[in-house]
């Protein structure tokens, strides 16, 4: 799932300061389950929005909306009416709510409130870690299902690096390092013999180093 955190609450009120109406969009997908972008966050957040205009002897209008998905056309159409009723979105959604309001509404000015992290793994409640970095060039397949991408600090290919000590990174010790997990685990496969085979390189024109990605899928055409 894709994880995001709340913007600080001084750099949210900077980028509302100039409006009187604004709409406090919720997304009712991945950030509602990670607590930042939910109705519950919605509504806490627009109640510090206003606690802090009134100090400022400024008055603020809010209309709360949660749609289903804020990635998706035909939840942000429903709420068309309401956008064209304010000055100003201020979106907790990921970046790609943000960028969908943008573009498929942009007569609106649309302010992220959240910042787009990553996308994790429930560890225990209200803690995710990164599990998947999105490169485009899946190696779980021969890595044990442990992603050296987004675990590893240095995204190693060719097994630990020499700063790693006892099952840990040199980066920040309290992170297994992922070359250890995965060889523990093709151990326990007992597909060891994963890590001896000469590998091409990567081809990191699938990530984003080689711009916007797009995927079509000619089945849904039909």
Known sequence: MIVADRKPLDEILDSIKDYKKIMLMACGGCVTVCFSGGSKAAGLLASQIKMARKKQGKAIEIIECTPERQCEYEFIDELKNDIESVEAVLSIACGV????????????????????????????????????????????????????????????????????????????????????????????????????????????????????RKIKFEEAML
Request: proline share 5%.
């Open 97 to 212: 709510g943000v960028q969908t309001m943008s573009e498929h509404l942009p007569q609106a000015i649309t302010i992220p409130g959240l910042n787009t992290k990553f996308m994790g793994y429930p560890v225990e409640h209200a803690l995710w870690e990164e599990r998947c970095a999105g490169c485009g060039d899946c190696v779980l397949g021969w890595t044990g299902g442990y992603c050296p991408i987004a675990r590893c600090a240095k995204k190693l290919f060719n097994g630990p690096c020499g700063g790693s000590s006892d099952g840990k990174c040199e980066v920040d010790k309290d992170i297994e390092c992922v070359w250890q997990l995965i060889h523990d685990r093709l151990k326990q496969l007992n597909k060891l013999d994963n890590l001896t085979v000469v590998r091409g390189p990567k081809d990191w024109r699938t990530s984003t180093n080689a711009g916007q």
